[in-house]
């Protein structure tokens, strides 16, 4: 469906939906985002996807229609850019991953590795408060621009610090490790 968005397929796009879904692909102008999606997981019949430039999509699937036309029931895609400072991407990162938690959201921000650790690492908001961010010293094991992000209010004094690679500020997977 978002390769028949990108190449502006219409026809495509309403075998593959629905005339509704492709009315309001029109109407929302999804044609003229940035085509070059990375799929990262699918649940309860979405398919969730991020493009270079920022952008959430979020494509619903009757699985009882794979293969069949119409299986697409919904598409979304959210606005959204990379932060081009070191700072301010890691804690969009840290907000992403303390308040939204969604795998696609984090998966747009850094590496598969640096996902896959904080899924066993204590949330900054588990006191209560909010998050923040500064630049830091980078521990052993980390290479790039480090950033300590961490939890303001609330009862904890929690910390991390994430590596930012600075060659992909402004373009996805720039946080690279996590200690």
């Known amino acids: ?26 109407s929302h102008n999804y044609k003229s985002r940035n085509g070059q999606w990375t799929h990262t997981n699918c649940e309860a019949g979405s398919c969730f996807y991020y493009n270079q430039t920022g952008d959430i999509a979020t494509v619903g ?4 229609r794979l293969g069949q036309k119409s299986a697409v029931t919904v598409v979304t895609i959210e606005g959204g ?9 890691a804690q969009n990162l840290a907000t992403a991953w303390t308040f939204d938690g969604r795998y696609v959201v984090l998966r747009s921000l850094a590496t598969p590795t640096v996902v896959d650790a904080l899924a066993g690492k204590q949330k900054l908001n588990a006191g209560g408060g909010g998050v923040g ?12 621009t480090c950033v300590e992000v961490y939890a303001v209010g609330g009862s904890l004094t929690i910390s991390y610090v994430f590596a930012v690679d600075p060659s992909r500020l402004g373009k996805p997977n720039a946080v690279t490790g996590v200690a």
């Open 1 to 26: 469906m978002l390769q028949a968005i990108a190449a502006g397929d219409g026809a495509r796009i309403v075998d593959l939906a629905n005339l509704t879904v492709a009315q309001n692909i029109d």
């Open 61 to 64: 699937i009757d699985t009882s």
């Open 81 to 89: 850019s990379f932060a081009t400072d070191a700072v301010a991407y």
């Open 133 to 144: 961010a500064q630049s830091a010293s980078c521990p052993a094991g980390l290479s790039g």
